[in-house]
């Protein structure tokens, strides 16, 4: 048996490193370019691609790869430990080599593109020379799949994509585009719908607007609403068969929510960390903030939630490699996704609080991620869907009962216990009994 809290001293160096130079070296440059993903940027191309060499050549680009595609092959508990640090900056995870939306991306693409799409995308893709975009929800269709009604038709050597696709999100920067898109329409529901690839530059292609989150400039969204018009795409661009698209999804989507989570962490920490530092700085009526009994409550609600939470995403984690199958560990995936929204919301929330004014202003980053919190319950699926899945997988370890009462009524589990000790409990009655006739020694002893 193999169950411990330790990170082995070699990795720690590692992690000690990476606190360094992202604190140091990456979180400056967060400061000066408006989106990583942007590879047209100036700023951007002057400033990332050094610090990724760096990462390069310690050995931490892409950590969530296998070496068959040119990764270290870290599990998934090394990642979760990695990505606490790099969920703190924006452009850490470009830095690393293992960005949203592309590294899953990468994954679909590495399990079912042909070569030729290997060499076009997936290889570009890992060295971040290029990014994507994943196109899957819909205006209608939020987060129910089977409800989706873009549609691909195979026409001659070609499919032919009509339709509508929601939040897309990264597609103004993407070179290429997964879409789901409906093909057997008349298969059961799970059935309907496969996986393309899109060339971004493929005619038809229009991004109706670039959907900005609320509390950002609106001319700097990145969430696309694109319609497709008649968009002609090779008949070999599909990825896995047709109707697999939903069980193609799930290949990046499990190990997706999982990372995401693990970002997190380093998010709240953050949050934490800088509510401590207003509280022990904040002088009001004589003491500071830290010695008030209801900010040291919300400072202490903030920690416990947060190690309750990160222990959850570390034991998935742990199970994610013991397994190495994410069907196996879905309960668990769904109850890191539903968790993690609530986690960032109260502590983010308190920390804007202890900071009065300042923490509501547009000079603190609590607004952002409060809001973050929001669209983390909607991403990858809405907070409710994951909740319905953990129940479901949990009410199946339970069965019914058949009587009138709960098998924990006490006055049944009482009566059930009297009968199974009733020679005990006799014996004790009759010994108390002739223990307290008169004349009697003390003790009942003759």
């Known amino acids: 048996m193999s169950w411990d809290f330790e990170t082995d001293p070699e990795f720690q160096a590692e992690l000690d490193w990476v606190d360094r130079f992202v604190a140091e070296e990456v979180e400056p440059v967060d400061q000066v370019i408006t989106h990583a993903w942007d590879m047209a940027d100036p700023v951007r191309r002057a400033l990332i691609p050094p610090l990724q060499r760096q990462v390069q050549e310690r050995g931490l680009w892409a950590t969530h790869l296998g070496p068959h595609l040119g990764g270290p092959g870290y599990g998934q508990v090394k990642l979760a430990l990695l990505n606490e640090i790099l ?115 493929t005619p038809g292609i229009e991004i109706v607007r670039n959907v900005g989150v609320y509390g950002h400039d609106p001319d700097e969204g990145t969430h696309a609403y694109i319609r497709y018009h008649d968009v002609r795409i090779p008949a070999d661009h599909i990825l896995g068969a047709r109707g697999e698209g939903f069980a193609v999804a799930q290949t990046r989507l499990g190990g997706g929510r999982i990372h995401h989570a693990m970002r997190t962490v380093g998010l709240v920490k953050q949050a934490l960390g800088m509510m401590c530092e207003r509280a022990l ?3 009001t009526q004589g003491e500071t903030l830290a010695r008030k009994q209801l900010v040291q409550a919300m400072i202490a609600d903030s920690w416990v939630q947060l190690e309750q939470f990160r222990l959850l995403v570390l034991q998935t984690a742990w199970k994610i490699d013991r397994y190495d199958d994410y069907q196996k560990v879905r309960v668990d995936i769904s109850a890191v996704k539903a968790a993690m929204p609530k986690v960032l919301h109260d502590v983010a929330a308190r920390a804007l609080q202890v900071h009065g004014s300042l923490g509501v202003s547009h000079e603190m980053p609590f607004g952002s991620m409060v809001l973050e919190s929001f669209h983390m319950g909607l991403a990858d699926g809405a907070t409710e869907v994951h909740q319905m899945q953990v129940a ?33 409990l006799a014996q004790v009655e009759a010994d108390r009994l002739i223990g307290a006739s008169p004349g009697s020694p003390p003790g009942g002893g003759s």
């Open 87 to 201: 969920g703190r900056s924006h452009s850490a995870p470009i830095v690393f080599g293992c960005q949203a939306p592309d590294s899953g991306n990468a994954e679909i693409l590495a399990h079912y593109g042909t070569e030729q799409l290997k060499t076009q995308y997936l290889e570009p893709l890992l060295r971040n020379e290029i990014v994507s975009a994943f196109s899957m929800t819909e205006p209608r269709g939020g987060s129910d799949p089977t409800g989706f009604v873009c549609r691909a038709e195979l026409d001659g050597d070609e499919w032919v994509v009509n339709g509508e696709k929601w939040f897309s999100s990264h597609a103004r920067y993407a070179s290429f585009l997964i879409l789901l898109a409906v093909t057997e329409p008349d298969a059961d529901r799970h059935k309907r719908m496969s996986m393309f690839v899109v060339p971004a530059d």
């Open 281 to 283: 700085s904040r002088v």
């Open 392 to 424: 479901r997988q949990v009410l199946k370890q339970y069965r019914p009962t058949e009587d009138l009462f709960p098998t924990g009524h006490l006055p049944r589990r009482k009566a059930e216990a009297e009968a199974r000790f009733a020679d005990v």
